[in-house]
Each structure stands twice: as structure tokens, then as C-alpha cells.
């Protein structure tokens, strides 16, 4: 039962217990009445009867039977009322004993006098055993000092008074209560506490979870509160830090800013249509468009006429796919300025996302003037490579004038066989027309080695087309022949056939194998003269699909000392040499995109070896 309902029962009986007290006195006060009126009539009758006439007597009578009715109306309304208290009292009964609020008595003494079942139930002991006993005794010994102010409050203030208590409970063991009291006099004026003692346990355990729940919230309230605090430490931390990154982001982008705009590079930035989203300044200065005339739109507007069309489908077709293929590569391209000239550019891609949108970084830098530099630097090392064709065929003049001489001297002879033919009577005409074709293959070899001669050492320009290294070889090796001879060197060829062709400059790369060749016969040429001279010529196909060119001697070797100077220009091992042979050999083949390398261990000869790729469909450009 809640405190509402106890509260609202308790104030029920005490009613009822007012209107049967009310009752009583009532009734008490009308038998006092009825009692005092008839003494009175009774010894005013008395004294006046013997005095009385008949008449008199008469009026008397009517007198004591009208107080007779008024007394017997009277009688019947006390019964009536005794009827509607003893109701009355019956129903205070029931209601005392079923309360579900427990209702004690006490004497001044604190001695329980009487107490309602639900009293007991909340003792948890029968109604027999309480009565005459100390209600302390049944107080939680935590209240009894409070119990007892109460009680003291009640006696000596005798006004009403309320506590919450703990009472002793066998079951439970303990058990909240709420103690309303009030105090009053009994019948025999006698001070009476009467005690309502309502069970609050669930409210109080309630209370007790809120309390805990209050408390625990209060914690979490407070740690929230600390984290809160701390979170937003953090946050201010975080906003100071992100302001100063600001600033510093803000510095470093007038940082990249101004090296943007301040770099010789132009910087063209595409989305994935092609279409010009940011320039730098150094594209304006390469093309001579302003920003407003690039920006928005397409990239095919810097590609030239003839290509246009091209780029366009390439832009359409291939671009968002193919272009990543481009990114970390630099392509050397042609773009085309305001003025519609041509512009050499090295181009580098790079890519970058903004919300899920790709966009494309080109870099292009100008090379015209390299370019003019690097045609420079081949008509120079033409010039190099000349000069050293003319001072290769001089060493080797003495060789070449011994092969030139045979077929001349053979000429000599077959022309004078003829004449001696001619001059007899009868001239053998069949003997001197096989002497004169004779005589045409000497004058046709010596034209042939004159003539590679002129084309080997005359200046020319860098001419490059399709070629079998193999058949280079066997044309250097016949200019070597007579040098060969002379200096008892043997030449063993091993190359590999079926090789695919080449695609350089054939005089270039001839002069590449003649200078090696020289090389080794001039190593060669120290060796003792009983001491086997051999010189090795190898080619062979690579996985990498370029050919490896391989040029062996066994002579005494390169000193270790000169080998990281020997690939320098203007060093020579020779006392006449320029020291520009090998250093415009590795400068040509490495112009070919090739690589010249060397092996020497000493007495035990030195092997010079280069590679070169093979000739593709793109290469004829």
C-alpha cells in the first residue's frame, strides 16, 4: 500500500473515531440533561403535591406524562444514536484490524498498550506478545536514539510529530516505516500516544536505487564532465594546431605559389576531358597564350595542325585510360605556339585526385635550346669522329697501300703480258681476253678499296638506317686485312647467324669497330714475335633483344691503374695517341642506345664489347 493511500486511510478512521467520541459525549451530555429535569420536576412535584388543588394535580400529570413523551422521544433518539455508534464502532473495528497501517498505543512509559494486526505483521510477532512491552525493543538500534527524541517530543510537546524508522523485522530482518504520531488523554486523563506506522520499505529501497542511480549518474555526470572538459582541451589543442597549420599551409602555398609561378617549367594542370583547369606563368612565356586563352579549354589547342585530328581521337578514345601509362615518364614532344612555330618540350604526367575527381599534372620544359646544343654537340663529335677516321686510315696507310699495291702490281703484270701477246705474229686473242678480264678484277678490287676508303674518312652527316653488324664486321676487317698480314695477328670471326638488323649509322658504327680493332692490334704488336696473336670477333642475340658486338685479344692487358681513366677523353696509353678513340666510340654508341663496356686481366689480354638494339618499326621514324 503507497503512503498516498495510508495517509488517506489513517485520516478515514480518525473521523470515524471523532464522530464516535462526538457520539458519546452527545449522548452523555442528553442523559445529564434527562436526568437533571426529571430531579428537578421530581422534588418540585414532591414539595408542591400536598399544596396542590385537584386542577393542579390535573396539570401536573399532563406535565410528567409531556416530559414522559419528550423522554421517551428522547430515548429512542439516544438508542438511534447508541445504534449509529455502535456502527459506527464497528466499522473503526474492522477498519483497525484490516488496516494495512499499523496502529500502536503507548503510555507515557513507552509501553505498548494496543496495537492493529498490521502493527504485528510488520513486528512480524502475534498481538499477545506486545502488549506491555517497550516499542524501542523493536527499534533498529541505528534509530533508537532518534526514536527515542520522538517519543520525548510527543509527551513533553504534545504535539503531532513524524519520523522515518527502522524496525526489526525476524523475517526480513529489517524493515522502513513511516511514524506519524499524536498525542492525547485517555478516559482517565491519562497521557496516550497514538502511533501510525505505515511500511515505506519499497519506497525507501527505491529511493535507496535512485540515490545510488542519482549517485552513480553524478559520477558519470562528473567523468562525463571531465571528459568533456578534457575532449574539449583537446579540441582547443586541435583548433590552435589546425589555425597554426592553416597559417602554415597558407604560407606554404604562397610558398609553392610563387616557386609555381616563379619555375622555368611550365605546369599545365587537365581534367579527364582534356580540358585546361590551372596554367603557371612559364606557359604563357613558351606558348604565348595568356591564362584567359588557355584555361577552359581543350589541351589540343597547344597540339599541332597536322595532329590535331590525331589528339582528338586520342583524347576521345584513349586518354582516360592510357594516359596513366605516361606518369613518371618524360616523352620529348612537339606543341605549337600563338604563332604557330613549333616548340620542343619535355613532357612528365602527373596525377592527383580532389574529391573523387581525377585531374592530370603536365610538365613541360623548352629544349630548344638544348636541342640546339645536343645538334651541336653531334655535328662536333662528327667533326671528332672525321678527324679520327683520318688519323685511323693513317695508321693504317702503310696496310691499306700493301692491299692497294697487290691488284696494282697484278695490273703491271697482266698488262705487260698483254703486250708481249700483241707484239708476236700471231697473237692468241682468247689468252690476252683472259689476261685483260684479269686485269679489270684487280683495277675493280683496287676501285672497291679506294673507295671504302673515301666514304670511310669524307665528312658526312649522321644518316642512320637499317643494318647487319655482321656485315659491318666483314667490311672493317677487310680494311684491316694488310695491317693484319704485316703484324702476323690472327683473326678468328665467330658471329652468329640469323642475327635481326640494327638501326644506326653504318660509317659511325664501322669506325666503333675499326678503332677497337686497332686497339687490339696495337696491343698485340708488343707481344714477342714468336708469340701466337689472335683477335676474336663474336656476336651474339640477347634475351633483352639487343646484340652484343665482343672484341677479344690476348695481349698483355690493360694496367689496373688505367682502366678507371681509359673510356676518358684526351687519356691514351700510346705515346702518339689523342685519347679520343674510345672516348667518341662509347659517345657514339651510347647515342645509339647502347652501352660500351671492357674486361682486362693482365697477361691475359682485354675485351672490349658493346650492344646495341635491334631495329623495330617505330625505329624508322
Known amino acids: 500500500m503507497n503512503n498516498q493511500h495510508a495517509k488517506q486511510f489513517e485520516f478515514e478512521l480518525e473521523n470515524i473515531f471523532s464522530k464516535c467520541e462526538q457520539a458519546q459525549f452527545l449522548l452523555n451530555q442528553q442523559h445529564q440533561n434527562i436526568r437533571k429535569q426529571t430531579e428537578s420536576l421530581v422534588n418540585k412535584t414532591g414539595n408542591g403535591i400536598a399544596l396542590s388543588t385537584a386542577e393542579g394535580i390535573q396539570n401536573m400529570i399532563f406535565e410528567l406524562q409531556t416530559y414522559k413523551k419528550e423522554l421517551q422521544l428522547q430515548n429512542d433518539e439516544l438508542i438511534r444514536a447508541r445504534k449509529e455508534l455502535t456502527a459506527s464502532l464497528n466499522r473503526f473495528a474492522k477498519l483497525y484490524n484490516f488496516s494495512p497501517v499499523g496502529f500502536i498505543t503507548l503510555n507515557k512509559e513507552g509501553l505498548i498498550q494496543e496495537m492493529n494486526p498490521a502493527a504485528a505483521q510488520l513486528l512480524d510477532c502475534s498481538l499477545d506478545k506486545f502488549i506491555c512491552t517497550k516499542l524501542e525493543d523493536y527499534i533498529h538500534p541505528s534509530d533508537l536514539e532518534d526514536y527515542r527524541f520522538f517519543f520525548h517530543h510527543l509527551v513533553s510537546k504534545q504535539s503531532d510529530a513524524l519520523m522515518d524508522i527502522r524496525l526489526k523485522n525476524r523475517t526480513?530482518?529489517?524493515?522502513?516505516?513511516?511514524?506519524?504520531?499524536?498525542?492525547?488523554?485517555?478516559?482517565?486523563?491519562?497521557?496516550?500516544?497514538?502511533?501510525?506506522?505505515?511500511?515505506i520499505t519499497d519506497r525507501k529501497l527505491a529511493e535507496h536505487a535512485i540515490a545510488e542511480l542519482n549517485e552513480k549518474l553524478e559520477e558519470k555526470v562528473l567523468q562525463q564532465t571531465s571528459d568533456l572538459s578534457e575532449s574539449n582541451l583537446n579540441l582547443q589543442r586541435k583548433i590552435a594546431e589546425l589555425n597554426d597549420s592553416k597559417h602554415q599551409l597558407m604560407e606554404r602555398e604562397a610558398k609553392l605559389n610563387s616557386i609555381f609561378n616563379a619555375s622555368i617549367e611550365g605546369i599545365i594542370t587537365v581534367d579527364m576531358s582534356g580540358i585546361i583547369v590551372s596554367i603557371n606563368t612559364a606557359v604563357e612565356s613558351i606558348?604565348?597564350?595568356?591564362?584567359?586563352?588557355?584555361?577552359?579549354?581543350?589541351?589540343?589547342?597547344?597540339?599541332?595542325?597536322?595532329?590535331?585530328?590525331?589528339?582528338?581521337?586520342?583524347?576521345?578514345?584513349?586518354?582516360?585510360?592510357?594516359?596513366?601509362?605516361?606518369?613518371?615518364?618524360?616523352?620529348?614532344?612537339?606543341?605549337?605556339?600563338?604563332?604557330?612555330?613549333?616548340?620542343?618540350?619535355?613532357?612528365?604526367?602527373?596525377?592527383?585526385?580532389?574529391?573523387?575527381?581525377?585531374?592530370?599534372?603536365?610538365?613541360?620544359?623548352?629544349?630548344?635550346?638544348?636541342?640546339?646544343?645536343?645538334?651541336?654537340?653531334?655535328?662536333?663529335?662528327?667533326?671528332?669522329?672525321?678527324?679520327?677516321?683520318?688519323?685511323?686510315?693513317?695508321?693504317?696507310?702503310?696496310?691499306?697501300?700493301?692491299?692497294?699495291n697487290q691488284p696494282l702490281t697484278a695490273i703491271a703484270g697482266y698488262t705487260?703480258?698483254?703486250?708481249?701477246?700483241?707484239?708476236?705474229?700471231?697473237?692468241?686473242?682468247?689468252?690476252?681476253?683472259?689476261?685483260?678480264?684479269?686485269?679489270?678484277?684487280?683495277?675493280?678490287?683496287?676501285?672497291?678499296?679506294?673507295?671504302?676508303?673515301?666514304?670511310?674518312?669524307?665528312?658526312?652527316?649522321?644518316?642512320?638506317?637499317?643494318?647487319?653488324?655482321?656485315?659491318?664486321?666483314?667490311?672493317?676487317?677487310?680494311?684491316?686485312?694488310?695491317?693484319?698480314?704485316?703484324?702476323?695477328?690472327?683473326?678468328?670471326?665467330?658471329?652468329?647467324?640469323?642475327?635481326?638488323?640494327?638501326?644506326?649509322?653504318?660509317?659511325?658504327i664501322e669506325q666503333v669497330i675499326l678503332n677497337l680493332v686497332k686497339n687490339s692490334m696495337d696491343a698485340l704488336t708488343v707481344l714477342p714475335v714468336n708469340t701466337k696473336r689472335q683477335l676474336i670477333i663474336r656476336t651474339h642475340l640477347n634475351d633483352s633483344n639487343t646484340i652484343t658486338t665482343l672484341i677479344k685479344?690476348?695481349?698483355?692487358?690493360?694496367?689496373?691503374?688505367?682502366?678507371?681513366?681509359i673510356l676518358t677523353p684526351f687519356y691514351s696509353t700510346k705515346p702518339s695517341g689523342m685519347g679520343m678513340g674510345l672516348s667518341i666510340s662509347r659517345s657514339i654508341i651510347e647515342s645509339h642506345d647502347g652501352i660500351l663496356h671492357f674486361n682486362s686481366k693482365q697477361r691475359k689480354g682485354t675485351s672490349f664489347y658493346f650492344t646495341l638494339p635491334t631495329w623495330s618499326k617505330s625505329d624508322d621514324r
Request: net charge negative; glycine share 8%.
Open 172 to 199: 526480513s530482518g529489517c524493515i522502513y516505516a513511516e511514524c506519524r504520531g499524536k498525542s492525547s488523554f485517555n478516559g482517565q486523563n491519562e497521557i496516550e500516544i497514538c502511533l501510525s506506522i505505515n511500511n
Open 416 to 508: 705487260d703480258a698483254c703486250l708481249r701477246f700483241i707484239q708476236s705474229e700471231n697473237p692468241d686473242l682468247q689468252k690476252i681476253g683472259q689476261i685483260l678480264k684479269k686485269t679489270n678484277e684487280q683495277a675493280l678490287k683496287a676501285g672497291q678499296i679506294i673507295h671504302r676508303m673515301r666514304e670511310f674518312i669524307k665528312g658526312r652527316k649522321l644518316h642512320r638506317t637499317t643494318a647487319d653488324i655482321n656485315a659491318l664486321i666483314h667490311d672493317a676487317a677487310s680494311l684491316c686485312a694488310g695491317d693484319l698480314k704485316q703484324n702476323n695477328i690472327h683473326l678468328k670471326l665467330e658471329l652468329e647467324e640469323g642475327l635481326p638488323p640494327i638501326y644506326v649509322d653504318y660509317v659511325q
Open 287 to 404: 606558348f604565348g597564350y595568356s591564362e584567359k586563352e588557355l584555361i577552359g579549354h581543350s589541351i589540343s589547342k597547344l597540339i599541332p595542325l597536322k595532329k590535331k585530328k590525331q589528339h582528338a581521337e586520342y583524347l576521345r578514345k584513349y586518354f582516360p585510360t592510357h594516359l596513366s601509362d605516361l606518369i613518371g615518364v618524360v616523352k620529348e614532344v612537339e606543341w605549337q605556339r600563338k604563332d604557330h612555330s613549333l616548340v620542343p618540350l619535355d613532357l612528365s604526367i602527373a596525377e592527383f585526385s580532389i574529391d573523387g575527381i581525377s585531374y592530370f599534372t603536365g610538365i613541360v620544359r623548352d629544349v630548344t635550346l638544348r636541342k640546339r646544343q645536343e645538334q651541336k654537340d653531334k655535328e662536333h663529335l662528327e667533326e671528332l669522329a672525321h678527324v679520327t677516321r683520318l688519323g685511323l686510315m693513317g695508321e693504317m696507310a702503310s696496310g691499306i697501300a700493301h692491299e692497294v
Open 553 to 565: 685479344d690476348n695481349g698483355p692487358g690493360i694496367e689496373p691503374s688505367e682502366q678507371e681513366k
